[in-house]
């Protein structure tokens, strides 16, 4: 038995051990997350932990490409063409991980799939980030990687989203009480689970604060130097919040744009770059960066129209794409800028970094990853030069926009041409079918507001 095999059979028997210490745990989840982000997966008894661990599980390779109500792909490759086969799950090699926040105590093991043979199977959204990081581990590069991810609590009570009441003094918020220490502590029982969770499963939650919207919050995770692991931690976060939600008697949401007046919810990512010896490569000792980040921000800026859908893949979260909102609307960067959707933060040279602000809450964390890596990683590679940073809110008026809705960014993705440098085939393809069959879903809908402004007056 090789080094490798000997580790992996360590530590195969490690979770086996946390598992006998946890009689408790009667059963638990495997799983691993389709294109929109969502967990797709089975409940198994304890007794079949090592199957899991060992990669003896197996689900169809299209569940990682069902749409967003858990639907086939009508036009996938995967189902009809080839009898819907089977993909293998393997561990990702993290700890099982403890769900405390349900009835029964009950662990999570973190899956990916493989196909037949054992070669990465490309349509996994995780697979899609790991070739992303096996090109810049190729040029002894290692992106680190920081998220910050927005939320709402909502009254779990009513059909639309309307502000939690106060666990203390049983009143609905109504304050867009942006940075108020007060609304915290409203729900200080809820953070300290959440807390408690996060330290239970290795997520490196930091600060949290309210944000701008009544009942919004953030919590920021600590850079980590492996974007793997970061994507995961986010994936975990949000389960960690929707599950202590559930628990503290209240909804937590990462729409992106619960409320059509208030602020919306956005999936901010921070990242430098290390070389081998580890000196950050964005740095070169001044407040603009390194030309190696200037060459990133280039392939950011390049990416970023037909990268949008990835950012923004729903219906509704173009409502929060929009001027004067503090989301991004055009294509631009700029220092020390919130209004720009590539910032690039201020404070000492040697944490020189990029904060990408397009990402909406409601996206899937491995492929926004995988799309502002690979787009900075072109970027280098080709030494492309940004335009002018902008400074403050007046933009030129010339700066390309972002696609203001989901048919265009649908459009602009399909005939995308720096994705293909990073993204798959299959993927891509499989990415622009569920979003168009999402979309004639949504476009087959007639809503109330039609009926109330077009039933009697037309």
Aim: aromatic share 8%.
């Amino acid at each position: 038995m090789d080094s490798q095999s000997a580790s992996k059979e360590m530590r195969v028997k490690e979770i086996l051990d946390w598992l006998e210490a946890r009689p408790d745990i009667k059963n638990l989840r495997v799983g691993l997350y389709d294109l929109n982000g969502i967990m797709r997966g089975k409940l198994i008894p304890v007794a079949q932990a090592e199957k899991a661990l060992k990669g003896g599980m197996r689900i169809p390779l299209s569940s990682t490409s069902v749409d967003i109500w858990g639907n086939d792909i009508a036009n996938s490759e995967l189902v009809y063409e080839t009898g819907d086969g089977d993909g293998v799950l393997e561990w990702t090699g993290r700890d099982i991980l403890p769900m405390d926040w349900l009835s029964q105590p009950t662990g999570l093991i973190p899956l990916w799939m493989a196909n037949e043979n054992g070669a990465s199977f490309s349509a996994d959204p995780r697979r899609a980030l790991a070739a992303v990081l096996d090109e810049y581990k190729s040029l002894g590069l290692k992106p680190v990687v920081a998220t910050e991810l927005e939320f709402y609590l909502v009254d779990p009570t009513q059909t639309r989203p309307t502000a939690p009441k106060s666990p203390i003094t049983g009143k609905s918020l109504d304050a867009n009480a942006v940075l108020s220490v007060d609304e915290i502590d409203h729900f200080d029982a809820f953070f300290n689970d959440v807390y408690a969770a996060c330290a239970d499963m290795n997520v490196p939650a930091d600060a949290a604060i309210a944000e701008g919207g009544a009942g919004q919050f953030e919590i920021n995770l600590l850079h980590c130097d492996d974007a793997l692991q970061a994507a995961d931690d986010a994936m975990l976060f949000k389960r960690i919040v929707k599950g202590m939600a559930r628990k503290h008697n209240v909804t937590a949401s990462f729409m992106a744009k619960p409320y059509s007046e208030r602020s919306g919810n956005g999936l901010h990512v921070h990242f430098s770059m290390l070389n081998e010896k580890g000196d950050n490569v964005f740095n070169d000792g001044s407040e603009e960066g390194s030309k190696t980040l200037q060459h990133a921000v280039a392939g950011l800026l390049s990416a970023m129209q037909e990268s949008t859908l990835i950012f923004a893949p729903h219906l509704n979260s173009y409502r929060r794409l929009q001027p004067q909102t503090h989301a991004p609307s055009v294509v631009c960067w700029g220092y020390e800028n919130r209004h720009a959707a590539i910032r690039i933060p201020g404070g000492p040279a040697v944490a020189r970094r990029i904060e990408h602000r397009v990402a909406g809450a409601d996206a899937n964390p491995y492929l926004v990853l995988a799309a502002i890596l690979g787009a900075a990683l072109e970027g280098i590679k080709a030494e492309k030069m940004p335009a002018e940073p902008i400074a403050g809110d007046n933009y030129p008026t010339d700066l390309p926009p972002l696609p203001t809705d989901w048919r265009s960014a649908i459009s602009a993705f399909e005939n995308g041409e720096m994705l293909p440098a990073f993204f798959s085939p299959l993927l891509r393809k499989l990415y622009a079918s569920c979003k168009n069959q999402e979309y004639a879903g949504f476009a087959e809908q007639v809503t109330d507001f039609e009926y109330k402004t077009y039933l009697e007056t037309t």
